[in-house]
């Protein structure tokens, strides 16, 4: 069984919330890379790595791993979709 997003978060000594958390990801991104997509930012060595440490910084959490971090990055993304999704089929 896969660990909690919060226990891995916590195992990294990040005190934030899963929520506070993930929209770190998402305050940072569109400061650093707003027009940048999040596959192109995961693919890119330098660019990766800068938005990891930025995430790391204003979270306060060195030791979160850059492999967490673009991964939850792409799950915030996939986060939108389904509740946008959810949100449009609902009841008319």
């Known amino acids: 069984m896969r660990p ?3 226990d891995t978060l916590k195992s ?3 005190e934030a919330s899963v929520e506070e958390f993930r929209q ?3 305050d940072v991104k569109a400061e650093m ?3 940048w997509s999040d ?3 995961i693919v890119t060595r330098d660019e990766a790595a800068a938005f990891c440490q930025a995430v ?3 979270l306060g959490s060195p030791r979160l791993t850059r492999p967490f971090i ?3 990055l792409i799950g915030v993304r996939k986060a939108r979709k389904r509740r946008s999704v959810q949100t449009s089929t ?3």
Do not use: I, M, S, Y
Request: net charge positive; glycine share 8%; hydrophobic share 40%.
């Open 33 to 35: 890379f707003p027009d």
């Open 90 to 92: 609902g009841p008319v």
């Open 4 to 6: 909690r997003h919060a």
């Open 12 to 14: 990294f000594g990040c």
């Open 39 to 41: 596959e192109a930012l």
């Open 56 to 58: 790391k910084k204003q």
């Open 70 to 72: 673009l991964t939850a």
């Open 24 to 26: 770190t990801l998402a």
